[in-house]
């Protein structure tokens, strides 16, 4: 496994864990009212398409196991350079449904789950 490996998996773990931490007892209409938690998990999106991104260049092979590289780091890319287009609905979908994945699979890897 190269150096920086278990680094960027901690990365994404810590971040996908915060964010389904900090948004465990809300609802939609929640994250929608709540402009701080709603900011707080746009970082750490964008923390984990980052390290995607660099886990796709430094370790395709670790990277091939996680599903949907290409669109994490495209939605990291939406929240940076599209931040004014972002769908607070569409991204409670992708907290409730992809988020949760992308940690179980990023657990594995790491060996903690």
Known sequence: MQPKTPKLLV?????????????RAATVGDYIQNRQMRQAVERNFEIIGE??????????TTAAKISNTEKTV?????????YDSIDDKEMWQV?????????GEVKRLLGTG
């Open 95 to 103: 907290i409730i449904n992809s988020v949760p994945k992308l940690l």
């Open 51 to 60: 390290a995607v991104n660099r886990l796709i260049r430094l370790a395709p």
């Open 11 to 23: 990365d994404i773990s810590d971040a996908a864990s915060f964010i389904l931490d900090s948004t």
């Open 74 to 82: 495209a939605f990291r890319n939406v929240l940076i350079h599209g």
